[in-house]
């Protein structure tokens, strides 16, 4: 394959990852609005845990039910989910070492 083709392959296929997360981005949005930022600030009814945990545990239903039915259109959404729970994952992350830094809680 030569320079131009690379090129060209190159840009087609990050127009279609920029198409995925924008589309990811609007869904995130809705979900967060929607629950009440309840992944980052969870009510304590049942999870006792910290935020990353929780968010854990919603992953490992994903997989679950891709390991189940697998990987189809039927689980894009499951797929769009997981990486919106990877999302998450990295922000309570982020948060959880700056609140140890600044010895916040």
Known sequence: MNAENVMKNHEKTMQEIDKVLSELRSV?????????????????????????????????????????????????????????YAVHLVVATRRAEESTSTGKK
């Open 28 to 84: 995130l949005e809705a979900k967060n609005l929607a629950y009440g930022d309840s992944l980052q600030n969870p009510t304590p009814t049942f999870h006792r845990g910290c935020v990353a945990d929780g968010i854990c545990a919603r992953m490992d239903d994903k997989l679950g039910r891709i390991r189940r039915v697998g990987l189809s259109d039927v689980t894009e959404d499951t797929l769009m989910d997981l990486i919106g």
